[in-house]
């Protein structure tokens, strides 16, 4: 047996998910299987994980419910983002997209972070139009809402909203649906050696609400969950109306109860800093400002303002609309060596249920559910999913009550 057979043989007994993977791609011959299938055939588990290089020969579309890439932003670029990001503040921004060649937003100078997210968003726009420079400008997203975080916080779930639209919906008793950005982004700039506080979205779920009434094509009442570690220089893109959350301790859904206080410092071991940004279409999110700084960096001079071409992003993860599970999403040249290895053989005692508590966040209309979280059932696959440092998962929670 060769060195990847003898590896891809201890990955089946680690995850599950690898067995059928190995088999798809027929590098083991089935009677060599047998043994294995009848050991794994009462264990019952409902993670599956792949790293970033099993998906990387893959060409995810921009339209997909989740994408992930590595190698976006050059280590320097980040480290100016970061800087940035520092002088801008908490506060939400927005921009409008430049066309043609225009250096200039509408209120001015495009500052370093603008131009970074721009120069994101035209690689997307023309790699999903065949390299079309005119048409991508033409089909563009107007807005951009953008804002930063430096800190590894617990962030409850929830969906992006125009929040002083929502917040006027409010304060005049309207039930109007809210308005949800086309995408959702998160560019990673610098992460701490202590930090595991993965973004996890949960895909087709918009509400907390929903969690429990979420039913699959196939009519089954299973939550897919995406968690995606914060890594230097990724870019996590999903659907504008997903539910997302980022979990602090990084497994505070499956505690009954935490104590003492989180550490934010030193920054070089709790720091997560990061870029949110939300695309809009022909009409920004209501009352955002632009970046109205006197003194502003438009980094023209010492900053490099563009990401990696396209061509040299690594795709990590797809979820693509049309996938009724990550078997879709395979390439069959990808190399099997890469796929994800527990530490831990999947054993029964291993995959019990464990109660899952998801934490909601903003009032009852916009939780569209009365209590403050939402009850799901997880197994350990969720834990070792939540502490991965680099491989981005899906796990799948169970909707039964406890």
């Known amino acids: 047996m060769t060195k990847k057979q003898l590896h891809c043989k201890k990955t089946i007994a680690n995850n599950v ?27 019952r588990t409902t993670a599956t994980s792949l790293s970033s290089s ?9 339209d997909n419910i ?27 921004f927005i921009f409008q997209r430049r066309t043609d060649d225009d250096d200039c937003n509408e209120n001015g100078e495009y500052n370093v972070i603008e ?3 721009d120069s994101i968003l035209t690689q997307l726009e023309e790699q999903e139009k065949g390299n079309n420079k005119k048409e991508a400008k033409t089909k563009a997203s107007k807005y951009v809402e953008y804002w930063t975080r430096r800190e590894w916080r617990h962030i409850e779930a929830h969906a992006d909203v125009d929040e002083n639209l929502a917040k006027q919906q409010d304060q005049q008793q309207q039930k109007d649906a809210f308005r949800y950005p086309k995408q959702g982004h998160v560019l990673y700039l610098k992460v701490g050696t202590n930090v595991h506080g993965p973004t996890c979205i949960f895909p087709h779920i918009t509400t907390g609400g929903d969690l429990k009434k979420h039913k699959n094509d196939d009519d089954s009442d299973k939550v897919n969950l995406v968690t995606v570690p914060a890594v230097e220089g990724r870019l996590l893109r999903f659907q504008g109306n997903s539910l997302h959350a980022v979990p602090r301790p990084t497994d505070l859904w499956t505690l009954s109860f935490v104590k003492g206080s989180p550490k934010f410092e030193p920054e070089e071991e709790w720091g997560r800093s990061v870029i949110l940004f939300n695309t809009w279409g022909d009409e920004p999110p209501l009352d955002v400002p632009y970046d109205n700084r006197e003194e502003k960096s438009d980094g023209k001079d010492n900053v490099n303002t563009k990401c990696r071409p396209h061509e040299e992003w690594k795709s990590a993860f797809f979820l693509s609309p049309s996938s009724s599970s990550l078997l879709d999403n395979i390439n069959e040249d990808c190399n099997a060596d890469d796929t994800t290895n527990y530490d831990s053989v999947v054993e029964e005692e291993e995959v019990r249920n464990i109660r899952t508590k998801i934490w909601l966040l903003g ?22 999913a939540l502490y991965q440092d680099h491989v981005v998962s899906k796990v799948t929670l169970d909707q039964s009550p406890y």
């Open 54 to 62: 099993a998906l990387s020969c893959s060409s995810p579309s921009n």
């Open 66 to 92: 989740v994408s992930v890439w590595d190698n976006v932003v050059p280590k320097s670029t980040c480290q100016s983002l970061h800087e940035e990001a520092i002088k801008l503040g908490l506060g939400h």
């Open 363 to 384: 009032n009852q209309r916009r939780r569209n559910h009365l209590d403050r979280n939402i009850r799901l059932l997880g197994s350990e696959s969720l834990r070792e």
């Open 17 to 43: 998910f690898s067995f059928h993977y190995i088999l798809l791609l027929g590098l083991i011959p089935t009677s060599s299987l047998l043994p294995l299938v009848s050991s794994l055939s009462t264990a």
């Open 115 to 117: 131009r970074v997210l």
